[in-house]
């Protein structure tokens, strides 16, 4: 079965500085692979989608990035966190077949993060 | 207009009370529907999807697609304290292409008191 992981699960940093979480999904391959935040009130944001390794989309402009050295291993990045960057990041997967695919998107456990 | 509206609740029912959930959606090319039950502090958790109109039941659950009124429900029967956590609606266009975006509501928050 497949299962995805990502850590760390909380996290407490200052303005300023940088950021790197991780998200690794077991027993599939090539999905497609996401990141999203979470912040109270404002629903699941989408950040950055990626179908193959190097192969990256973002949807918000903002000083976060992502990359995907890995089939299986997503990785959002920042040099310089800001205090509006605070939220819960989900990474998720869904599979990806050629010429179709399917919707269903499954998340990971989450990162909370908070920016003082 | 947002793409996909979700009465953010809370929603306070007493254990055994059958529960419905609703999302209405203006995308007129939204094919795919989920929904997505999310504890406290907890990734979501797919509960059910479907694609098309009608009812899908599983268990407790039951999800309902109306495409003409672009309104989806999540019915739950005999609801337990277990139930309590936010449901999101979900739904994509899923044009098989290059278009693999979900388009969440913002949650509704059920507590389901013993």
């Known amino acids: 079965s497949q299962t995805i992981h990502q850590w760390p699960a909380t996290l407490v940093q200052p303005v300023g500085s940088p950021l790197s979480l991780e998200c690794t999904v077991e027993?599939?391959?090539?999905?497609?692979l996401y990141w999203y935040r979470q912040a109270a009130g404002r629903g699941l944001q989408l950040l950055f989608y990626?179908?193959?390794?190097?192969?990256i989309s973002s949807e918000v402009p903002q000083n976060l990035s992502a990359s995907r050295p890995q089939d299986r291993q997503f990785i959002l990045s920042s040099k310089k966190l800001l205090l509006s960057d605070s939220g819960f990041y989900l990474c998720?997967?869904?599979?990806?077949?050629?010429?179709?695919?399917?919707?269903?998107?499954?998340f990971g456990p989450g990162t909370r993060l908070t920016v003082t | 207009q947002k793409e996909v509206e979700q009465d953010p609740g809370p929603l306070s029912v007493p254990e055994g009370a059958i529960v419905s959930l609703n999302c209405t959606y203006s995308n007129s090319a939204f094919q795919y529907f989920m929904w997505y039950r999310q504890y406290s502090r907890k990734g979501p958790e797919l509960l059910m999807y479907t694609y098309s109109s009608g009812n899908k039941e599983d268990g407790r659950f039951t999800a309902q697609v109306d495409k003409s009124s672009k309104y989806i429900s999540l019915f739950i029967r005999d609801s337990q304290p277990s139930d309590s956590a936010t449901y999101l609606c979900?739904?994509?266009?899923?044009?098989?292409?290059?278009?693999?975006?979900?388009?969440f509501g913002k949650g509704t928050l059920l507590t389901v008191n013993p």
């Open positions: 990626s179908v193959g390794i190097g192969q």
């Open positions: 027993g599939t391959s090539n999905p497609n």
């Open positions: 998720a997967w869904s599979v990806q077949f050629q010429d179709s695919f399917t919707d269903e998107q499954y």
């Open positions: 979900a739904m994509s266009v899923g044009s098989g292409g290059s278009n693999y975006k979900l388009t």
